[in-house]
């Protein structure tokens, strides 16, 4: 079967096979630096071929997007020739549901990064700095849920939110959402506060500052970036989650983005109008993507954050 | 910790619990002892099921971490395009696992889609296949599209591992004579190797979890080619209301993700990684 899908004769499976020879030998290069001509061009080349692989779907998908359905038939799918209109997105706003699955979404985002933020801040404190028996063992137990596929739990979930009445909510589905990025919003938090030097906690115990007050005025600053790190990380799970919404909502005032543009696409209305499909796909993601614009450190070491140890 | 407890330590009890049980979700529970365990062993569907997951993982790890170390290595240097480069790989990572779904499956739709079309208006004819639709063929295109997804981030590990290797390792590399070839396989590789430990973790046991793109692409289909462990345990649940067989399924991934995790941790003596979080996204 491996061996079947790696020649099947597919241009990205091509691509990919040419990086990964490419990967024993070209990158190197990136290693001893300006060391041949050819071999940066070989890494230049690997490089922009993942860049093509990266970029056509988008760019179709948003040229797409542009088009009207007749058009979406007949004009050229690759060039922006031909007509263009914005006739996807205000179809998308005037018939379906996608408003308000819009503000679900951000209310669900919202909601989510207030829960996470607020116990890992003060979930890390505590275990930082008030190390005792309970913190230390919930700590481990913390970091063990981490290796727990959500997937693996659906049932019980399911099966719980039901029987304390949290089935079908929006706050139900911020719990539920909290809870399961908890664990590495922790571990961020404890591996960033374990930074903040001893000193300044005595100084502000010179200072006669009590545990309360060494928390707002020294702990909740010093940690600010890495509450822009959870922060993100946590909207970005919240925003673009699907399996949660599957199974923990039912009714349409609870619908959230990914959720309702997937049975919007299935829709009998829908199923065929590939242009507004695709508008809705990119308005979904240009919040995020405006935000990444800007803030694309923190976007980083969001996305990356629970890989750093 | 209330939360947590409630929601992620008190459901994997639970559903170890359920998984010696009958329960359909209008009955009550029923204890039937070791009953899904038998019929878990000798049913053909979960078999099968298990053999597609680990197709998935072993294609998944080759679909993307050699080439996330390529590009991480690439990314690493220091070339101001590199950067730009870099940020735009990332890109993927913003989109939604089903808004990305959708795009894929309109870009390879038969006929009218963006590959479908360079096959017919530029003669390249090979690219006109119905990808997602032939059972030879689907569960591979899944693997393609979630390397797209995830490349990005693996990537990310092996950029910041690459930019961790001092810059005398290579300088000595160079003064004992090493070539570009051997400096990579002596001191790139080696030093690595928390690199690669990580990914290869993270694709394996995230890709024993992988179910929204193939709920939304292929429902488990063609035929079951795509049906994957998880996709399986929500058919089974969601669909046939079997919430008891379904729990010993969805035990199983779990104490595959967690076997998984340990062995390579342990393997490699590699204290402190944390695995499983692709769900996520």
Same mark, same amino acid.
């Given at each position: 079967?491996?061996?079947?899908?790696?020649?099947?004769?597919?241009?990205?499976?091509?691509?990919?096979?040419?990086?990964?020879?490419?990967?024993?030998?070209?990158?190197?290069?990136?290693?001893?630096?300006?060391?041949?001509?050819?071999?940066?061009?070989?890494?230049?080349?690997?490089?922009?071929?993942? *860049? @093509?692989? &990266? +970029? %056509?779907?988008?760019?179709?998908? =948003?040229?797409?997007?542009?088009?009207?359905?007749?058009?979406? /038939?007949?004009?050229?799918?690759?060039?922006?020739?031909?007509?263009?209109?914005?006739?996807?997105?205000?179809?998308?706003?005037?018939?379906?549901?996608?408003?308000?699955?819009?503000?679900?979404?951000?209310?669900?985002?919202?909601?989510?990064?207030?829960?996470?933020?607020?116990?890992?801040?003060?979930?890390?404190?505590?275990?930082?700095?008030?190390?005792?028996?309970?913190?230390?063992?919930?700590?481990?137990?913390?970091?063990?849920?981490?290796?727990?596929?959500?997937?693996a739990?659906?049932?019980?979930?399911?099966?719980?939110?039901?029987?304390?009445?949290?089935?079908?909510?929006?706050?139900? *589905? @911020?719990? &539920? +959402? %909290?809870?399961?990025?908890?664990? =590495?919003?922790?571990?961020?938090?404890?591996?960033?506060?374990? /930074?903040?030097?001893?000193?300044?906690?005595?100084?502000?115990?010179?200072?006669?500052?009590?545990?309360?007050?060494?928390?707002?005025?020294?702990?909740?600053?010093?940690?600010?970036?890495?509450?822009?790190?959870?922060?993100?990380?946590?909207?970005?799970?919240?925003?673009?989650?699907?399996?949660?919404?599957?199974?923990?909502?039912?009714?349409?005032?609870?619908?959230?983005?990914?959720?309702?543009?997937?049975?919007?696409?299935?829709?009998?209305?829908?199923?065929?109008?590939?242009?507004?499909?695709?508008?809705?796909?990119?308005?979904?993601?240009?919040?995020?993507?405006?935000?990444?614009?800007? *803030?694309?450190?923190?976007?980083?070491?969001?996305?990356?954050?629970?890989?750093?140890? | 910790?209330?939360?947590?407890?409630?929601?992620?330590?008190?459901?994997?009890?639970?559903?170890l619990?359920?998984?010696?049980?009958?329960?359909?979700?209008?009955?009550?529970?029923?204890?039937?002892?070791?009953?899904?365990?038998?019929?878990?062993?000798?049913?053909?569907?979960?078999?099968?099921?298990?053999?597609?997951?680990?197709?998935?993982?072993?294609?998944?790890?080759?679909?993307?971490?050699?080439?996330?170390?390529?590009?991480?290595?690439?990314?690493?240097?220091?070339?101001?395009?590199?950067?730009?480069?870099?940020?735009?790989?990332?890109?993927?990572?913003?989109?939604?696992?089903?808004?990305?779904?959708?795009?894929?499956?309109?870009?390879?739709?038969?006929?009218?889609?963006?590959?479908?079309?360079?096959?017919?208006?530029?003669?390249?004819?090979?690219?006109?296949?119905?990808?997602?639709?032939?059972?030879?063929?689907?569960?591979?295109?899944?693997?393609?599209?979630?390397?797209?997804?995830?490349?990005?981030?693996?990537?990310?590990?092996?950029?910041?591992?690459?930019?961790?290797?001092?810059?005398?390792?290579?300088?000595?590399?160079?003064?004992?004579?090493?070539?570009?070839?051997?400096?990579?396989?002596?001191?790139?590789?080696?030093?690595?190797?928390?690199?690669?430990?990580?990914?290869?973790?993270?694709?394996?046991?995230?890709?024993?979890?992988?179910?929204?793109?193939?709920?939304?692409?292929?429902?488990?289909?063609?035929?079951?080619?795509?049906?994957?462990?998880?996709?399986?345990?929500?058919?089974?649940?969601?669909?046939?209301?079997?919430?008891?067989?379904?729990?010993?399924?969805a035990t199983v991934i779990g104490f595959l993700g967690i076997l998984l995790?340990?062995?390579?941790?342990?393997?490699?003596?590699?204290?402190?990684?944390?695995?499983?979080?692709?769900?996520?996204?």
């Amino acid at each position: 079967m491996v061996a079947t899908a790696v020649r099947a004769p597919d241009r990205a499976g091509r691509r990919r096979r040419a990086l990964a020879k490419a990967g024993s030998r070209g990158t190197t290069l990136g290693g001893i630096r300006g060391r041949s001509k050819v071999s940066r061009f070989a890494a230049f080349l690997l490089g922009t071929f993942w *860049l @093509v692989f &990266v +970029l %056509a779907p988008i760019y179709y998908m =948003v040229l797409i997007s542009f088009r009207s359905p007749a058009e979406y /038939l007949t004009a050229n799918a690759w060039l922006p020739t031909g007509g263009l209109t914005l006739s996807s997105y205000s179809a998308m706003f005037e018939s379906a549901g996608i408003g308000t699955d819009f503000r679900n979404s951000a209310e669900l985002a919202v909601g989510t990064i207030v829960v996470v933020v607020l116990l890992s801040l003060a979930a890390g404190y505590r275990i930082v700095r008030h190390g005792s028996r309970f913190s230390a063992v919930s700590f481990r137990v913390i970091l063990f849920g981490i290796a727990i596929p959500i997937q693996a739990i659906v049932i019980p979930l399911y099966f719980i939110t039901n029987k304390i009445y949290i089935y079908d909510t929006m706050y139900g *589905l @911020v719990l &539920v +959402l %909290a809870a399961s990025l908890i664990p =590495v919003a922790v571990l961020l938090m404890v591996n960033y506060l374990r /930074l903040i030097p001893r000193q300044l906690y005595d100084a502000m115990a010179v200072d006669g500052a009590g545990p309360w007050s060494t928390f707002t005025h020294l702990v909740v600053p010093m940690a600010r970036p890495v509450l822009a790190v959870i922060s993100i990380y946590s909207g970005l799970g919240a925003w673009n989650n699907f399996l949660l919404p599957l199974i923990l909502t039912q009714s349409n005032n609870d619908t959230v983005l990914p959720l309702g543009m997937y049975r919007f696409a299935s829709s009998d209305q829908y199923a065929l109008n590939v242009p507004v499909v695709m508008a809705v796909v990119v308005f979904s993601v240009l919040p995020l993507l405006i935000l990444y614009l800007g *803030l694309r450190r923190q976007f980083v070491k969001g996305i990356g954050g629970f890989a750093l140890r | 910790m209330a939360l947590y407890g409630a929601f992620i330590i008190i459901p994997t009890a639970f559903a170890l619990f359920l998984s010696f049980t009958h329960w359909d979700i209008d009955g009550p529970i029923t204890w039937v002892g070791l009953a899904n365990w038998r019929e878990f062993f000798s049913d053909p569907v979960a078999h099968h099921s298990l053999v597609v997951t680990f197709e998935l993982a072993g294609l998944s790890w080759l679909a993307q971490t050699p080439p996330a170390m390529a590009l991480g290595i690439f990314v690493a240097g220091t070339q101001r395009y590199r950067a730009v480069y870099a940020a735009i790989y990332l890109v993927p990572l913003l989109l939604s696992t089903a808004g990305l779904s959708l795009m894929w499956e309109d870009f390879l739709f038969p006929q009218y889609g963006g590959l479908a079309w360079l096959g017919i208006h530029a003669h390249l004819h090979f690219l006109s296949k119905t990808w997602l639709g032939s059972p030879d063929l689907a569960l591979f295109t899944i693997v393609v599209i979630i390397a797209w997804q995830f490349v990005p981030f693996h990537t990310l590990i092996f950029q910041a591992g690459r930019r961790a290797i001092p810059a005398e390792l290579y300088d000595a590399a160079s003064v004992d004579g090493a070539n570009l070839r051997q400096s990579f396989w002596h001191v790139t590789l080696p030093q690595l190797r928390y690199s690669i430990v990580t990914s290869s973790t993270l694709v394996l046991v995230g890709s024993l979890a992988y179910f929204d793109i193939i709920y939304i692409l292929t429902q488990g289909g063609p035929g079951d080619s795509t049906r994957v462990l998880a996709m399986d345990m929500y058919s089974v649940g969601f669909n046939q209301t079997e919430f008891g067989y379904a729990s010993t399924i969805a035990t199983v991934i779990g104490f595959l993700g967690i076997l998984l995790a340990i062995v390579l941790v342990r393997s490699t003596g590699f204290g402190s990684m944390e695995g499983g979080q692709e769900g996520i996204w």
